[in-house]
Nanobody, 117 residues
Framework: VQLQASGGGLVQAGGSLRLSCAAS????????MGWYRQIPGKERELVAT???????NYGDSVKGRFTISRDHPKNTVYLQMNSLKPDDTAVYYC????????????WGQGTLVTVSS
């Protein structure tokens, strides 16, 4: 599986951005996709994930501000980020998980989101 992420950039606090991640290759019908983020020197943390059945999971710091969605025919997941804060500045990594077949996690290359104050 290959993941192609896009949509990162620079935005002012209070603004919005939308990230996209398209998966290609050996996509299984039962999977989980989503986003984690990482600041240098810190562990990677959950932003949001969504399963192929539509179950969503959010990190506490983004609940109520970020929304994850997916387009099944396009194997693409989106992250709508609203009310952005400087603390949201990080590299955002796209994730594809296929534990049903035992293939585990595949990570995208990361896209930088910078929120200025």
């Amino acid at each position: 599986v290959q993941l192609q992420a896009s949509g990162g950039g620079l935005v002012q606090a209070g603004g919005s951005l939308r990230l996209s991640c398209a998966a290609s290759g050996d996509i299984f019908s039962i999977n989980r996709m989503g986003w984690y983020r990482q600041i240098p020197g810190k562990e990677r943390e959950l932003v949001a994930t969504i399963t192929s059945r539509g179950a969503e999971n959010y990190g506490d710091s983004v609940k109520g501000r970020f929304t994850i969605s997916r387009d099944h025919p396009k194997n693409t997941v989106y992250l709508q980020m609203n009310s952005l804060k400087p603390d949201d500045t990080a590299v955002y990594y796209c994730l594809y998980s296929d534990y049903e077949r035992g293939f585990g996690d595949t990570w995208g290359q990361g896209t930088l989101v910078t929120v200025s104050s």
